[in-house]
């Protein structure tokens, strides 16, 4: 009964203003974890060159940004690949999804047999709210019902927002955005 309190919270959370962001900011899930982010999102003043709509991500500072107009950046926290899965280069959104299954590819099986073959999109699947797929690789930008992992190197490459930060990103994001990852 309780997690299902909590999970309904964590939900009406996700789908409210950014205003009422601060009444769920010291919630808990099942587990006593953080339900928000570790690394508030915020406005910057951005120096790059990229243009707006663009997402740059830093894996060395695990921090992501969304380009915005007049150089400035929305600047998310973000999990990134632990050492032997990080990754550099150039790509676009190639397909967004909302609460999307998930069905770990045959590397990751091969290295964690335990895992499920499939699993229907929702509050305990590990993509979490939304997941931005990007071209010509494996990974994607994604939600996580882990948001103590926020600034940590622990993903097989993906990477990982909250919940509350990828809906936001992906209603920003558009289909065919240029996605930068740097070390």
């Known amino acids: ?21 601060p009444l769920f900011a010291s919630a808990l899930d099942s587990q006593l974890q953080p339900v928000a982010s570790p690394i508030p999102r915020e406005t910057v003043v951005f120096d790059g060159r990229e243009a707006p709509g663009t997402i740059i ?15 400035q950046a929305l600047r998310y926290g973000v999990g990134v690949g ?3 899965f990080t990754w550099a280069g150039a790509t676009r959104i190639a397909s967004k ?9 045959p590397q990751m099986l091969r290295r964690r047999p335990d895992l499920p073959r499939h699993m ?7 993509l979490g709210a939304r997941a931005m797929y990007l ?12 948001p103590d992992t926020i600034g940590q190197a622990v993903s097989s ?25 740097t070390r």
């Open 1 to 21: 009964m309780g997690r299902t309190i909590i999970r309904a919270a964590v939900l009406a959370g996700l789908f409210l203003g950014a205003g009422a962001a």
């Open 82 to 84: 632990r050492p032997g």
């Open 135 to 146: 071209a010509g690789t494996l990974y994607r930008i994604h939600g996580s019902n882990e």
């Open 97 to 105: 999804r909302e609460w999307p299954d998930w069905t770990p590819p």
């Open 57 to 71: 991500i830093r894996t060395g500072e695990r921090r992501l940004y969304f380009v915005l107009p007049d150089h």
């Open 120 to 126: 229907e999109g929702g509050l305990d699947n590990p």
């Open 157 to 181: 490459g993906c990477i990982r927002m909250t919940n509350d930060d990828v809906v936001d990103l992906y209603s920003r994001a558009r289909l065919g955005a240029r996605v930068v990852v």
